[in-house]
């Protein structure tokens, strides 16, 4: 039985004093909710004060990226051991606009989730093809390029903090999600090979996320399907109403 896991990603959105106003509510709508597992990704910039308005919750803060030397001459950069400093306790690595727009690849993002969970932090490590792979039938091989690459280097203790997330290009802030059949069949392929790099028993545990376009109206279905353990949120989790809502549907599977 794998808890559920909601990430609401804020990506370049909010001031502190805005992220302050959400996590507020999301904290207090929130605390009573139990059996699923809940986190807020905000900038860098944002991420102590939020953290630490957090404390004592059950909501966690969660970094957009996680760069993988400790420290030295990498201007613009931050590390996982800063991150903990500040209040993380979880950094996706390997969005897809981190790899569209920023050159992340399959192997960059291996290197930022080793260092990421070498911090103590959990790494959501995110795969997905575009649409142009999807039409040309290359999803699987796509997804599979990704996760070799997320995942080199990596042995089955960490697999307690490893969470892959199944985003989708083609239906990340399009409003165009893929179906939950859809989703499932790529989930079950992303299964299937956790299975043979860490033995079935440790990949059953291995929470996979969807992501894109999630809503209150389409979360249930998406996670109702055998392999989807939650979902990474991206627009509807900058409106506490929003997030609120996909959590307890979610929950509600
Ligand atoms: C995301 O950026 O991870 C995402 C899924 O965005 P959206 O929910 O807006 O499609």
Redesign the pocket.
Known sequence: MRTPFV?G?W?LNKTIAESLTLVTELKNQLSAVKGIQICVAPTFVSLPAVAKRLEGSNIGTCSQDCFWETSGAWTGEVSGPMLVDAGATWA?VG???RRQFFGDTSESVGKKARAALAAGLGAIV?VGESLAERDGGRTLAVVDDQLAGGLSGMDGTIVARLVI?Y?PVW?????R?ATPGQAQEVHAHIRKRLHERFGATLADTIRIQY?????SSNAEALIAEPDIDG???????LEAADFIAIVKAARGT
């Open positions: 990430v990603n990506k996706i969005h897809s606009e995110c997330a985003e239906a990340i802030g399009t409003g999600t992501g894109g376009s999630v809503k979902a990474l949120v991206g627009g509807a989790s």
